[in-house]
C-alpha cells in the first residue's frame, strides 16, 4: 500500500530583498534554504509552522549576499546539527561575513551536481548573478519536485533543462520595470539589477515560466519581490495575465501564491 505520509512538505518562510528563507521536510530531513533574517526572526518564523530550529538537520546556501547568509554562522554555531552546504565560491566570499563555523558543520555543494541525502535528492544550478558562484536548488522527493529559483538576470537553456516541469516552483518576480526605472535607485543600481546578472522582473519571470512550467506543475510561488520596486497585486496580476495571454489554466491547473517578507506561506505538502 502507498505510505500517504511521505510526502515533501514545503513552508517559504520569508521572501523578498528583505531576506529569504524556505523550509523543506521529508520523514528523514529537515532543510533550510538560506538564512537571509536573524536567528530569532527565523525561530519565529519556524514556530508559526509548529516546527523548531532544533530539529533541523541541513543549510543549504545560495550565495553570499546578506539577503540570503545574514544568520548562517549564528546558526551554525548554535545548532551543532545544523549541516551547513554552500559551493566553494560561496564559502570563500560568506566566511568574512558570518564569523567561525565549526569546520565538521562545513560542507562543500559543488555547481550542478546532486546529493544524494537519503530519502531527498537535492540538485545545485549555477545562475547569473553578481555574486561569487551563485546557485540555485531543486528538491526531489518521492517522485516529486520543488524548485528554487531567485536572484538571476536571465533563465539559460541550461537551466531550463534542470528545472523543467516540476510540481512546485519559487519563482523570482523582483521588480516592476516601470516603477524601477521611474524610482529612486541611482543609476548604478537599476543597472545592475537590469542587467544579465541582477534579477527577474515580473514580466521576465512570467515569460520564463511559460518556457519552464508543465502538466505536472501545481503551486508557483511568486518571490524575491523588491520592496522599493514592486506591489505585491501588480506582481500577482501582471503575472497571473501574461500565463491566462498563453492559455495557462491560472487557478485551474495550478495556483500562484504570493509572498511575503517575515510571514510563511504556511506548510504546503507537494
Ligand atoms: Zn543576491
Ligand atoms: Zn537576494
Not at 21 to 47: C, F, N, W
Not at 161 to 189: F, Q, T
Not at 202 to 219: H, P, S, W
Request: hydrophobic share 35%.
Amino acid at each position: 500500500m502507498k505510505d500517504t505520509t511521505d510526502t515533501m512538505k514545503i513552508s517559504v518562510l520569508s521572501s523578498g530583498s528583505g531576506g529569504n528563507v524556505t523550509y523543506i521536510e521529508t520523514p528523514q530531513h529537515k532543510i533550510l534554504l538560506d538564512a537571509g533574517l536573524s536567528g530569532i526572526k527565523i525561530q519565529r518564523l519556524m514556530k508559526s509552522i509548529n516546527r523548531d530550529l532544533n530539529d533541523v538537520d541541513t543549510l543549504l546556501v545560495t550565495h553570499e549576499h546578506s539577503d540570503h547568509r545574514k544568520s548562517v554562522g549564528i546558526l551554525a554555531r548554535k545548532y551543532p546539527n545544523i549541516n551547513v552546504y554552500a559551493n566553494k565560491g560561496t564559502w570563500n566570499a560568506m566566511l568574512t561575513k558570518i564569523g567561525k563555523v565549526p569546520e565538521a558543520q562545513m560542507n562543500i555543494f559543488p555547481p550542478d551536481s546532486v546529493k544524494d541525502m537519503g530519502d531527498i535528492d537535492v540538485e545545485s544550478f549555477s545562475v547569473s548573478h553578481d555574486a561569487a558562484e551563485p546557485q540555485f536548488y531543486v528538491f526531489h522527493h518521492n517522485n516529486k519536485s520543488f524548485v528554487v529559483l531567485t536572484d538571476t538576470g536571465y533563465v539559460s537553456d541550461r537551466m531550463e533543462g534542470v528545472i523543467k516541469n516540476a510540481d512546485c516552483y519559487l519563482w523570482e518576480c523582483n521588480h516592476d520595470l516601470e516603477m524601477l526605472r521611474n524610482g529612486e535607485y541611482s543609476w548604478p543600481l537599476k543597472q545592475r539589477i537590469l542587467s544579465d546578472k541582477g534579477h527577474l522582473s515580473n514580466v521576465e519571470g512570467a515569460d520564463t515560466m511559460l518556457d519552464v512550467i508543465g502538466n505536472r506543475t501545481k503551486k508557483i510561488f511568486l518571490g524575491h519581490r523588491s520592496h522599493h520596486n514592486n506591489m505585491k497585486s501588480l506582481c500577482h496580476l501582471t503575472v497571473a495575465s501574461i500565463l491566462e495571454d498563453h492559455d495557462m489554466p491560472v487557478g485551474h491547473d495550478f495556483k500562484l501564491y504570493d509572498t511575503d517578507v517575515e510571514q510563511s506561506s504556511g506548510l504546503i505538502v507537494i
